[in-house]
């Protein structure tokens, strides 16, 4: 196994996220690693938990990263969010993003979890992705 991609996986994923016109239309590029000090823009998209699963094979490291993005939002309702939540997808899976190391084999959306949070009026969605990654 290697988690020795992870960090090429994060920063592949948040330059597309940065670069996508749909995406960037919605948030400005409000894309976030940690959550945003002080007050937080009406809609912004973070970075979010990540699991990493052993995929080596016997030529080769490799591994699963189930990764987290979470949409959040002000806005009344879920339109904002969910159109934000599709423009991820659109832009993230079976992507050709190209890694500082290693090499992506594969990027897929696995689940959504829409809520509305205990703050009044924010809603989040939390679109869980799969990524292949080799070590070469």
């Known amino acids: 196994m290697t988690y020795a991609v992870s960090y090429a996986l ?11 016109s749909a995406v960037t239309s919605f948030v400005s590029g409000n894309v ?9 823009p009406e809609t912004y998209v973070l970075l979010g938990d990540e699991i ?16 987290t993005i979470n949409v959040v939002s002000d806005q009344a309702g879920f339109a904002t969010a969910k159109q934000l939540a599709a423009a991820i997808c ?3 899976v079976d992507a050709p993003l190209t890694l500082s190391r290693g090499m992506l084999v594969a990027l ?3 689940t959504a979890r829409a809520v509305r949070e205990d703050s009044p009026g924010i809603r989040q969605i939390d679109l869980r992705f799969r990524a292949l990654v080799e070590d070469t």
């Open 90 to 92: 659109d832009a993230l």
């Open 52 to 67: 990493a699963r052993d995929r080596s094979t016997k030529t080769s490291a490799g591994a699963a990263h189930d990764f």
């Open 108 to 110: 897929n959306f696995r």
């Open 10 to 20: 994060q920063a592949a994923v948040y330059d597309r996220l940065v670069n996508d």
């Open 32 to 40: 976030f690693d940690a959550p945003p000090n002080g007050v937080a």
